[in-house]
């Protein structure tokens, strides 16, 4: 199938038996691939090769259920720029569309690949486990419009593409800071994609604000957002992060119903753990 003009499909590796993504790139593409397994030539054009990679899902689909699902996403993302700005690169283009997660814990009996609310065949929802008791990994992908910067080199860049053009300093005339608007697009994530969504994220918003500053010079940096993350994470009472995530546009009869049966998972949860010793 062909995704944004990409020629993307999905398959089994017979090794791992695991699904992975194939995509097909010009063989001498440069682009930046995290968690490459395979590069296989093009049976079909010697100038193409095809990247294997894990299957990916969007890191929001499945919808986050828990607070601390939230809190585990902000850190692994925070870890992750520090990370990649640690080895010269910015992004450019750290969106929503361009974060996406390794589902597979969620879903221990597979799911379709197109219709990935349903099983393998088909035939029926596929069983859906949650991110807290089932932990998920989440990776930037397309670095197609990301930038290398040796030691020493300027950070400051030109272009107004990407997917989120809210950052004010975007310009094809005047450069700007390309870390500073990786940290501001990751910010907005955050505020679109949590704070703006759900009830009881008020302690994120310091750290949001910080992030999409108006004014990119008083941003922090990736590893000062990352540090004040910490401080944040560790001032929340633990009992609150196993609490359910509450939507802004909830009906009260749907927040009792939600609430209810949230209790329940907690208390059966408790329990299963008291057994489990």
């Keep these: 199938m062909s995704l944004e003009g990409d020629i993307v499909m999905d398959a089994i590796q017979i090794k791992t038996n695991c699904r992975v993504t194939i995509k097909v790139v010009p063989a001498a593409t440069e682009e930046i691939k995290i968690g490459l397994l395979e590069v296989l030539p093009d049976p079909l054009s010697s100038s193409d090769?095809?990247?294997v990679m894990p299957?990916?899902?969007?890191?929001?689909d499945p919808p986050f259920e828990a607070i601390d699902e939230v809190v585990d996403f902000v850190r692994q993302t925070l870890e992750g720029l520090c990370f990649i700005h640690s080895q010269g690169v910015a992004h450019r283009d750290c969106f929503t569309r361009n974060i996406?997660?390794?589902?597979?814990?969620?879903?221990?009996?597979?799911h379709?690949?197109?219709?990935?609310?349903f099983s393998l065949d088909g035939s029926r929802y596929a069983r859906q486990l949650s991110r807290s008791d089932n932990p998920v990994k989440y990776y930037f992908i397309d670095f197609g419009m990301s930038s290398y910067f040796r030691e020493g080199d300027s950070p400051y860049v030109l272009g107004a593409k990407g997917a989120?053009?809210?950052a004010p300093e975007l310009s094809n005339h005047t450069p700007y800071n390309a870390y500073m608007l990786d940290v501001y697009v990751l910010g907005h994530v955050y505020?679109?994609?949590?704070?703006?969504?759900?009830?009881?994220?008020d302690f994120l918003q310091p750290l949001i604000f910080a992030m999409?500053?108006?004014?990119?010079e008083r941003r922090p940096t990736a590893e000062a957002a990352l540090r004040m993350f910490y401080d944040i994470r560790r001032s929340l009472n633990p009992s609150l992060l196993r609490w359910r995530l509450r939507k802004?546009?909830?009906?009260?009869?749907?927040?009792?119903?939600?609430?209810?049966v949230s209790a329940a998972k907690a208390g059966f949860n408790i329990v299963r753990r008291g057994f489990m010793g």
Excluded: A
């Design 49 to 51: 090769v095809l990247l």
């Design 55 to 60: 299957y990916l899902r969007l890191f929001n």
């Design 100 to 110: 996406m997660m390794d589902g597979r814990p969620l879903f221990p009996e597979d």
């Design 112 to 117: 379709h690949p197109v219709d990935t609310q």
């Design 164 to 166: 989120d053009q809210s």
């Design 191 to 201: 505020e679109i994609s949590f704070l703006q969504v759900y009830l009881g994220l």
């Design 212 to 216: 999409t500053d108006r004014q990119p």
């Design 248 to 260: 802004r546009n909830e009906s009260v009869p749907e927040r009792v119903v939600y609430d209810t």
